[in-house]
């Protein structure tokens, strides 16, 4: 895990508690595209568009710097 790929997945840990949590930079390693997967209970009752639009108010300030960002969530139903 690169030292940005840490970063953004710390911020997610933190903030979400996921019970699973996927952060690679699919850029080639320059940091400008990242593919997340966050699996959390936080989600629960949010539907999709609502889990990503947290998702991205939690790293407002690392989107700025990026590309793109591809998301994916799902709500742990344990």
């Not at 991205?56 to 994916?72: A, N, P, R």
């Amino acid at each position: 895990m690169t030292d940005s790929e840490r970063h953004i997945f710390n911020i997610l840990n933190d903030r979400l508690d996921p019970s699973s949590l996927v952060v690679q930079d699919t850029s080639g390693g320059c940091g400008a595209f990242y593919q997340l997967q966050v699996s959390s209970k936080a989600f629960k009752g949010l539907t999709m568009i609502k889990q990503h639009r947290l998702v991205q108010d939690i790293l407002k300030e690392e989107i700025k710097q990026l590309h793109g960002l591809q998301i994916q969530t799902s709500i742990d139903e344990s």
